[in-house]
Structures are given as structure tokens and as C-alpha cells.
């Protein structure tokens, strides 16, 4: 679909931090609407990963969509992307237009524009499928509701019958096999959380199927398992023994399991546990990244990273952990190509800036940085799923796991920082803010810079200079 051309019936605007609202919202919508007709970011990666996205978006609010819808509170007020859009909702207002616009508050902070005679939905007390139904009607669609599955007593007759088993097979039955297909892939490429989203949406449609609640509480472990802020790891151990006891067998608790020996530094049980996962499901991603992840020699991890990339070519972790073996064996220039092919993700930008610094790139390492730093900052890009796992660097001496946000976003200013230093611009070394792991990011950084940038004669004393005011602080 050329996104540039396209009609969309309605068009959400909202701030990344209601993205799990907005997430049930959309499929609630998409259960009476194609999902072509609803502009929700997340659905439409590829398409915005553009220059002038600014210009893009606007013109899908203002010209595209038959009905913007806008999700108003105090992180709204905040944001830019969100200000541009709240701009086109006021444009449209005064040129004549305020039917194609629907507000919806999420808070009670006050909104610049928002005057107390504008009428709202106050979504702060109802459900995310509550609002969507209300979106519905207001596009004049009628909502799905328990009557078009309710299946009649058996006295009514198989007239009676016929409907709601139309309905069933119709409507019902397609988004469940939606659902839990989405689910499978989710979860066989390790993203746990989404996956757990979609058996979640599962449920209420096929609440019978004990095989949905199990596959829901395996992903809502996995999720949690490799979360920013971890939970407590004898809870997390206490939740997959009793699963396992459940469902010994299961390749994707094998996977959790393996996951769990690895951080124990048991790394041969790791090892066993993958490859029973792989001989019970062939087509586990997951467990031949994680194969992937025990060999420190790149020539030995290249095979299974290859192989998780083929059957789960969307995942951006897979393809940055085989660009990943191409910058350590010093294949710059195929690294920089695998780098510049994944769709907003911080970390394979950053990555590629290491890339450049070793070809001697300078200005291109500082723009792909920058671009990294950019998008840690923007809140959307920062929520998506694809940014909210660990993200993991070699010192030398120890693996260097950075998981919070601030963490991240501390790392890409330094790697920022070392980049001008390099090329004589930088005076000051920016501030760790709420980063709890600053001297290993700062860590991180300086190996990175032995091992790329000092490659370069002409580098090597400024990145000699630069590593020793990194590690003095």
C-alpha cells in the first residue's frame, strides 16, 4: 500500500506513553474495520521510516483521514510530534472541519487550543473498547457486541441457529486464527510482550482453549523476563517451574529455561535446553538466536543468527545481531548495508556509527548517532517494543547490559560526544541524568572506541585522549 495515496476512514493521534490504551483500541477497531483503514503508527513502520515525515503526517490528518481522532493529556501537551498534530486538529477546526475531528481526554490537564465549551469523551473511567465502539458510531459503524455471538438454546430451531453461527464464522472465528497467528510469530521471535497482547485479545473470543491461557502466561513470563526493570529473579524462576511442571515439553519454556541457565552462567545447559526447544520446533527463531548469543567467536554465532533472521526476517534484533558478526570480523561495509536496512532502531544506528569510525567516516558516524539519540528521545519510537529489551555490549572484561531508557539514551550521547571529540568539536562530556549504570555505559563507549575508532591512525590519539577522560570520570 503506497501510504503517501492512501484513505484512511479514521487516524489516531496520541503520545507513545498510552501506547498499550491505544494498542487495545486499534484492534477493537479493527474487528468492524479493515485494518488498511486505520492509521495507527504502529502498523505502518516501513511506510514512515521517510525524510519529511512531518509533511507525511500531516497531510494524512489533514487530507486523508475522514476523522482524526485525538487523545489529549498531559504528555500530549508535552510532545512535539503531538503539538504538530494538535496544530492540524485546530487548522481543521478553523477552516470549517470540527465534525472530522473526535477529542478524547485521557486526564484533566489543560490543553493549549482546548476551550471549556469544546465537547470531549472523558475516556479516564471507560475501557479502550468502550472509546473504540464510541469511535465506531461516530463513523456511523455499528460495534460488535455480545449478540452477534451468542449462540440461542437449542429449542430456538436451526433457524434461530443459522445467524449467530454465520456470525461466528464470519467474524469471530477469523480474528481468532488473526490473533493467535500473530501470537505464534510473536513468540517464536521473542517478542514477548506483543505476543502476549495478542493472546490477551484471544481470550474473550475463544475463553474454552486452556492451550491460549497457557501460550499467555508463557509470553507474559518471557515479557517479563526481558524487561527493562526486571521483577525479582526468584519470582520469575518460582513462575517457570510451575509452568514447566504444566507443560514440561513446551519448546518456547525451554527456550525461558535456557534463557534462565545462560544468566546463571550455566551456558552447556543453555546450550541443551535450545537445542531440545529446536528439536521439538524446528522453526523457533528464538532458540537459534540464543545459540547464536553463547559463541564469543563470530564465525561460530554467524550460522544460527542467519538462521533466526530467515525464519523471523522482520525482527530487527535478529538482523542486528548478524550485521553485528559482520562489524566484528571487520566486514564494515556489509555491517553498514545490514545496519541501514532495520527501520527506526537506536541501537543498530549507533552500531553502524562504529562502523564509520572505522572506515574513518566521522561526519556520517555523528549523523547516525545523532539519528539514534533523536529517536531515543521521541516517545513513540522510544515505546516500540523493538526498544524496550537490554541491549547488551562486550567491555573486554565483563557484558555490559543496558536496560532503562536513560541508560540508552546516556550511552547514544556519549557515543555522540566521543564521535566529535574525534573530529575536534567536543569540549564536555554530557550528563549521565537518571542513567543507575553510568560507568558502564561510559565503559561501553571507550571499548568501542579501542576497538573501531583508534583502527584509524589519524583517530587514534584523540580516541586515546577521549577513553582516558571517559574512564577518569
Keep these: ?110 490543553i493549549g487550543g482546548l476551550l471549556s465549551i469544546d465537547g470531549y469523551v472523558d475516556a479516564q473511567s471507560d475501557s479502550p473498547e468502550y472509546i473504540a465502539d464510541l469511535i465506531l458510531k461516530r463513523l456511523h459503524v455499528r460495534p460488535l457486541t455480545a449478540t452477534d455471538f451468542k449462540k440461542p438454546r437449542w429449542r430456538a430451531g436451526l433457524a434461530a441457529l443459522a445467524l449467530p453461527l454465520a456470525a461466528w464464522f464470519l467474524y469471530v472465528q477469523p480474528l481468532i486464527d488473526r490473533h493467535l497467528g500473530e501470537a505464534r510469530r510473536y513468540l517464536s521471535s521473542g517478542r514477548y510482550a506483543e505476543a502476549a497482547q495478542a493472546y490477551e485479545q484471544a481470550i474473550p473470543l475463544a475463553p474454552f482453549r486452556r492451550d491460549v491461557r497457557l501460550l499467555k502466561d508463557i509470553a507474559e513470563l518471557g515479557r517479563d523476563a526481558v524487561a527493562e526493570e526486571r521483577p525479582d529473579a526468584g519470582k520469575l524462576d518460582a513462575r517457570l517451574a510451575a509452568l514447566l511442571e504444566q507443560a514440561p515439553g513446551n519448546p518456547h519454556l525451554l527456550v525461558l529455561d535456557g534463557l534462565r541457565l545462560y544468566h546463571q552462567g550455566d551456558l552447556r545447559g543453555a546450550e541443551g535446553r535450545y537445542r531440545e526447544a529446536i528439536q521439538s520446533d524446528p522453526n523457533l527463531a528464538e532458540a537459534y538466536f540464543n545459540l547464536g548469543v553463547l559463541h564469543e567467536d563470530p564465525g561460530e554465532a554467524e550460522p544460527w543468527f542467519y538462521k533466526a533472521r530467515e525464519l523471523a526476517p522482520g525482527s530487527p534484533t535478529y538482523r542486528d545481531a548478524h550485521a553485528a558478526v559482520d562489524l566484528e570480523r571487520g566486514r564494515y561495509a556489509e555491517a553498514i548495508a545490514q545496519y541501514a536496512a532495520i527501520p527506526q532502531y537506536p541501537l543498530a544506528k549507533l552500531e553502524e556509527a562504529k562502523a ?45 547490559s543496558l536496560r532503562s531508557l536513560a541508560c540508552k539514551r546516556y550511552y547514544a550521547a556519549l557515543a555522540v560526544a566521543a564521535t566529535r571529540h574525534l573530529l575536534g568539536t567536543q569540549t564536555e562530556l554530557p550528563s549521565p541524568g537518571a542513567c543507575a549504570q553510568a560507568i558502564e555505559a561510559k565503559q561501553a563507549v571507550a571499548e568501542d572506541i579501542r576497538r573501531y575508532a583508534l583502527v584509524q591512525p589519524g583517530q587514534a590519539q584523540a580516541g586515546q585522549v577521549f577513553m582516558s577522560r571517559l574512564l577518569a570520570r
Excluded at 359 to 364: H, K, N
Excluded at 371 to 397: H, I, K, R, V
Design 1 to 110: 500500500m503506497d501510504i503517501a495515496k492512501h484513505q484512511f476512514r479514521v487516524a489516531l493521534s496520541f503520545p507513545g506513553e498510552h501506547r498499550a490504551f491505544i494498542d487495545k483500541l486499534a484492534e477493537r477497531l479493527a474487528e468492524r474495520l479493515p485494518r488498511e483503514q486505520i492509521f495507527y503508527d504502529r502498523w505502518y513502520k516501513e511506510a514512515l521510516a521517510v525524510f519529511d515525515l512531518d509533511a507525511l503526517l500531516e497531510d494524512i490528518y489533514r487530507q486523508r483521514s475522514e476523522l482524526l481522532v485525538v487523545f489529549l493529556c498531559r504528555e500530549y501537551a508535552e510532545k512535539k510530534w503531538c503539538q504538530l498534530e494538535w496544530r492540524v486538529a485546530r487548522d481543521l477546526r478553523l477552516n470549517g472541519k470540527a465534525e472530522s475531528i473526535m477529542l478524547v481526554r485521557l486526564d484533566d490537564v489543560d
Design 356 to 400: 564509520r569510525w572505522a572506515l574513518g567516516e566521522l561526519e556520517r558516524a555523528e549523523a547516525r548517532q545523532q539519528e539514534a539519540a533523536d529517536w531515543l528521545a521521541n516517545a513513540n519510537t522510544a515505546a516500540s517494543p523493538w526498544n524496550q529489551y537490554p541491549w547488551d555490549f562486550d567491555t573486554g572484561a565483563q557484558t555490559v
